[in-house]
């Protein structure tokens, strides 16, 4: 009766847990569903990067076409070493920054991040936002 207490608590702590950390951040099948355009089940770095300045565009709320570097959301550059002259950046600027991220995750060199590759992009993503809070 005793070790059938224990295993259940167990696995109610483990769902909890995994409830708790697929919340705040995408999980892969989320990207692909956001990202991939063409539905063909891999994220080419044309989608990821529009679907990021669809993002960079719904920051930008004065619709200057640039953002000062604090409103970057650090996940956003998941991995990737921002450089950002003068505190601002621009569409291109941002859309040229994400090509080092896509070419980190994109471990076979194909172009294209296929569904293991995206699982890996999205737990650095997690890690990241971990990190910055
Ligand atoms: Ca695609
Ligand atoms: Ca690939």
Redesign the pocket.
């Given at each position: 009766m005793k070790q059938l207490t224990h295993v259940a608590t167990a696995a109610l702590l483990a769902l909890a847990g995994s409830a708790l950390a697929g919340e705040p951040v995408d999980t892969a099948a989320q990207l692909l569903e956001r990202m991939?355009?063409?539905v063909?089940g891999?994220?080419?770095f044309e989608?990821y990067r529009n679907a990021m300045v669809r993002r960079f565009d719904a920051i930008d709320g004065d619709g200057d076409g640039t953002l000062v570097a604090q409103e970057i959301p650090p996940e956003w550059l998941a991995g990737a070493q921002a450089r950002v002259p003068g505190g601002k950046v621009s569409r291109a600027e941002f859309g040229d920054s994400l090509q080092p991220v896509f070419d980190r995750f994109d471990a076979d060199k194909d172009g294209q991040l296929d569904v293991a590759e995206i699982e890996a992009f999205a737990g650095a993503r997690k890690a990241q936002e971990g990190a910055g809070s």
């Open positions: 991939d355009r063409n063909d891999k994220i080419s989608e």
